[in-house]
């Protein structure tokens, strides 16, 4: 793989970035990722506009525009892309350094999603660790160093992810997913007041349900309503919806056939793709 760092492209064992930058030394920076399909990068201006919020909250500029940072990503596809038909995660991380930002842009290979995801559901647990309050840390932020998804991404065991409760002990988000609930034919997501990191897929279901006159509804929702919840499932970019079979030791559902979730499942692709702010805005 080739990656850009601060105006040049390395090939990947060179890609070493100097301890000196204060960003790395100090834990100044934000970052995204970005997935494509069918290499062209996925709700690009939606992922600019978050890196520039967070980089905003950190008193950072990103020293692009959206369309020349696209071009650089559009670049560094087709210098990457293994095949016609592979696909790329891209993580965009801006780092502080001085009155500068440097920007780094690192590409892997999309990882294949196994089957059994979307026809078995995975398994979830409640994360020990709590999402600081909004007043401590701006849940918008996304940054590489937050330890309550750190640490809980360290202690997953056989866990897909683990929901992180917020500060109040109500359903937060995973350490890298949004989670929704389904009850009563009703979807039923945290609203951002909970301290959700705004998800791109999340933002994308919701678009769906309405789109579809599937009642959504965004609210506080205590830990125990996961645990009397029809139907559970996390969103996140580079798988998209993900079942989720059993929650702790409970076994929620084994038949993803029908109910929400498949309808919903069959329905994301095509709706991600016509929707015309995934792909506009550059
Ligand atoms: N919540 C957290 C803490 C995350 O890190 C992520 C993604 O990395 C998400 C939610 C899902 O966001 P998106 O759908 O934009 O990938």
Redo the contacts with the bound molecule.
């Keep these: 793989m080739q990656n850009y760092i601060a105006g040049r492209w390395y090939d990947e064992d060179d890609s070493l970035i100097s301890a000196l930058i204060t960003g790395v030394l100090n834990g100044e920076s934000v970052y995204e990722?970005v997935r494509t399909y069918n290499g062209l990068p996925f709700a690009f201006r939606k992922h600019f506009d978050?890196l520039k919020r967070s980089a905003a909250l950190m008193s950072m500029e990103v020293p692009f525009t959206c369309k020349e940072l696209n071009s650089i990503i559009l670049e560094g596809i087709d210098k990457n892309r293994p095949s016609p038909s592979g696909d790329l995660r891209i993580r965009i991380v801006l780092f502080g350094n001085g009155e500068n930002v440097l920007p780094a842009v690192i590409y892997a290979l999309l990882p294949s999603v196994s089957k059994d995801i979307y026809e078995l559901g995975v398994k979830i647990a409640i994360s020990p660790y709590t999402k600081p309050s909004g007043a401590i840390v701006d849940p918008r932020l996304?940054i590489p160093g937050?330890s309550w998804?750190i640490r809980t991404r360290k202690n997953l065991g056989d866990n897909y992810d683990m929901i992180i409760l917020n500060e109040k002990g109500n359903v937060c988000?995973?350490?890298?997913?949004?989670v929704f609930l389904v009850k009563d034919g009703r979807v039923i997501t945290p609203d951002i007041g909970s301290g959700?990191?705004p998800?791109?897929?999340?933002d994308n279901l919701i678009g769906l349900c309405r789109s579809i006159e599937i009642n959504v509804v965004e609210r506080p929702v205590a830990a125990w309503e996961m645990f009397s919840a029809d139907e559970l499932f996390l969103?996140?970019?580079?798988v998209g919806i993900v079942p989720i079979r059993k929650l702790e030791e409970k076994i929620l559902i084994e038949d993803f056939t029908d109910g929400m979730t498949r309808l919903l499942l069959d329905n994301f692709e095509d709706y991600i793709m016509t929707e015309d702010s995934n792909w506009s805005g550059l």
Excluded: Q, Y
């Design positions: 990722v978050r996304k937050a998804n988000e995973g350490s890298f997913s949004n959700v990191l998800g791109i897929t999340r969103t996140h970019t580079s």
